[in-house]
């Protein structure tokens, strides 16, 4: 990308501020809110909830006639959940998820999820964003309309009929990416007698007391909520798809919960069997098998299609080469840490539409997403791994902050990432009360007090 000579405060708006659509009042949109708003722009924020926080406001044990399914229940919150990275590294850049910050009632290092919506619902209040969104009103529809710009459809709560129209100058999708279940393929499992479901619709263990229940999955959630049912389960079996085919083992620490290899299929008695021939007779099968992306406003003339996971194509994960900047999305890289990305993309974006950052040409975009795909083929990882940022959010953050003449992510935050993953690893059930990293939490508490 170039651009324009880097100077110490950002030189003033290009174009003449735009009206913007932004979709979703979560994190990003909150972000991208901010941002475009910074920037001199016009955005008008649509929310589908009565409030803003979007995965962070918990849904009660209600749940869904389809467990498997996205469900109306709006968040994928389990009522233990606490969170899996150290707040002093999860909050915006210049809007520190302190607990010495004020209307903090949880000051652990991973508060519970209360915790997250209030610090989301504080920066809200902070910057005047809730004026901007548009409660309960869900977008059914972007069109491209002439001249670039985009017709949005939008309906509120309860009205009937097709809903309202109104022209946009761009879009901003911050529409999340984890309410749309991923269920994992089993063989046989159409036949199978038991329950299943995913844990987008987990809430609680009490209703697996004395169940046996299986879990598949190796990621964050799976960890979480195995412990959580083994709590109140009989057994509790892990079927992990990386694990060695043989295994089997007791987890250190419990008497209740196994890990093993991944389900070879379901049959007509109950059983579930494994990879190595062992078979269980299940109740549940709770998949913990992640999400997929999905823009059900979006028609053909986004230009991007989602296949095995990949949203294609887009420039930095960002802009659709053949409709950016007038089309963007925000936040969809993931195993990051989430709220500085959003930031930092909703910076570049801001920057972008006003004229001030220009983007490369449509085929030189195009270009640097075939390197791109190149790169991930050449590392052998497989196209649902596109946006896992694994290996590069740093680097990532810090060419967004480039482009935006924003100072890099702080050395401390790098660290505390890295070394949380590590603490994670060698401690699992306790990584979230127990940590060698004060040094990092100083620093970050010292640099903090500039914002607080
Ligand atoms: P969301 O929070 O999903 O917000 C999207 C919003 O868009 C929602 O409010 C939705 O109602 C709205 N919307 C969608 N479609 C429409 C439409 N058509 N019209 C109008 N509105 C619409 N991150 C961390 O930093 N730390 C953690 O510890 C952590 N733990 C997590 C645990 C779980 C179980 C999950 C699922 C995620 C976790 N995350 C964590 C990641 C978390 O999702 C991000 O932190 C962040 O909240 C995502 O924000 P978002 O705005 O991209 O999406």
Redesign the pocket.
Same mark, same amino acid.
């Not at 979709?23 to 949109?29: D, K, Y």
């Not at 926080?53 to 962070?56: F, I, R, S, V």
């Given at each position: 990308t170039r651009l324009r000579p880097h100077s110490p405060s950002p030189p003033p708006m290009q174009s003449a501020p735009l009206r913007l659509a932004v =979709?979703?009042?979560?994190?990003?949109?909150l972000a991208a809110a901010r941002e475009l708003r910074r920037e001199g722009h016009a955005p008008v924020v649509?929310?589908?909830?009565a409030a803003v926080?979007?995965?962070?406001l918990y849904a009660p044990p209600a749940t869904s006639s389809d467990p498997l399914g996205a469900a109306a229940t709006?968040s %994928? /919150?389990y009522a233990s /959940?606490r !969170?899996?990275?150290p707040r002093e590294s999860?909050g915006f850049l210049d809007f520190p998820f302190s607990a010495a910050a004020p209307g903090s009632a949880d000051p652990r290092r991973f508060p519970g999820h209360e915790e997250v919506l209030r610090y989301l619902e504080a920066f809200a209040r902070r910057f005047d964003l809730l004026r901007l969104v548009r409660f309960e !009103?869900?977008?059914l529809r972007v069109r491209r309309e002439g001249r670039g710009k985009w017709e949005v459809t939008s309906r509120k709560l309860g009205d009937k009929g097709s809903g309202q129209e109104e022209v946009y100058d761009a879009v901003v999708v911050?529409?999340?990416h984890?309410?749309e279940p991923r269920i994992a393929v089993i063989p046989g499992v159409d036949a199978w007698p038991g329950k299943q479901m995913h844990s987008h619709n987990y809430r609680v263990p009490e209703p697996f007391l004395d169940q046996v229940v299986i879990i598949i999955g190796a990621a964050? %959630?799976a960890d979480d909520i195995s412990r959580d049912i083994a709590s109140t389960a009989k057994e509790v079996h892990i079927a992990d798809r990386s694990a060695p085919v043989c295994t089997c083992v007791k987890q250190p620490g419990y008497d209740n919960l196994w890990l093993h290899s991944m389900i070879d299929r379901a049959e007509e008695d109950g059983s579930v069997v494994f990879q190595d021939g062992s078979s269980i007779k299940a109740d549940v099968i709770m998949h913990c098998t992640g999400y997929l992306y999905d823009f059900p406003?979006l028609g053909d003339d986004s230009t991007i299609t989602v296949d095995d996971n990949c949203v294609d194509p887009l420039y930095k994960h960002v802009f659709p080469p053949e409709v950016a900047p007038q089309l963007s999305f925000i936040?969809l890289p993931w195993k990051v =840490?989430?709220?500085p990305l959003?930031e930092l993309q909703s910076k570049w974006v801001a920057g972008v539409l006003s004229g001030r950052i220009v983007l490369p040409s449509k085929e030189e975009m195009m270009e640097d997403v075939k390197a791109f795909y190149s790169k991930l083929e050449a590392r052998g990882w497989p196209k649902r791994y596109t946006h896992n940022f694994s290996n590069y959010q740093f680097e990532y953050d810090d060419w967004l902050a480039e482009q935006c003449s924003h100072p890099p992510i702080e050395e401390w935050r790098k660290q505390m990432y890295a070394i949380n993953g590590i603490n994670k690893a060698i401690r699992p059930e306790s990584y979230r009360d127990e940590w060698d990293d004060d040094h990092l939490v100083a620093e970050a508490n010292e640099d903090f007090k500039k914002y607080l």
């Open positions: =979709i979703g009042a979560g994190a990003a949109g649509f929310e589908r909830a926080g979007g995965t962070w709006h %994928s /919150l /959940l !969170t899996n990275l999860m !009103t869900e977008v911050c529409n999340g984890y309410t964050a %959630s406003f936040g =840490i989430p709220f959003f």
